[in-house]
């Protein structure tokens, strides 16, 4: 199989209205998608089989998404305000072939940075709350 180019992937924030409308996040220069683990739990005992370790599968977090974008404050500063949001938002990760990730996230952090001699940036971070929703593409 071939790779995919990632040029066209976004992400776009829901206005959790019903029915939701999505509207991607403008001037999006990186995307970092969720990275999902899984806890173990150990249940050895002193009958585990040839003394070894066993485990059985605990639970799951859903990850971060960090986002890097060319900052506008106009553009972006209503993302900002979703710091003083203690419930999650819903967001959709949206790649190029269709695949979407229906995500809840709950943004953690926000840093601008606007040197003298460059673009004005800022990068976001938000936690993964519950289950990803994935809905395959073509």
Request: glycine share 14%; net charge negative; no cysteine.
């Amino acid at each position: 199989m071939s790779g995919l180019d990632g040029f066209g992937t976004s992400l776009a924030r829901g206005n959790g209205a019903t029915p939701e409308v999505f509207t991607v996040i403008a001037g999006v220069t990186n995307i970092g998608a969720p990275g999902l683990s899984r806890e173990t739990l150990d249940v050895s005992g002193h009958d585990s089989p040839g003394g070894y370790r066993e485990h059985l599968g605990g639970l799951k977090d859903g990850g971060e998404i960090s986002l890097d974008v060319n900052y506008k404050p106009s553009a972006h500063d209503l993302l900002v305000a979703d710091l003083d949001d203690e419930e999650a938002r819903r967001y959709k990760l949206i790649y190029p072939e269709g695949t979407e990730w229906a995500v809840d996230l709950i943004l953690t952090a926000f840093e601008a940075t606007a040197p003298f001699d460059d673009k004005l940036t800022a990068s976001l971070t938000y936690k993964v709350s519950g289950k990803p929703d994935i809905t395959p593409g073509s």
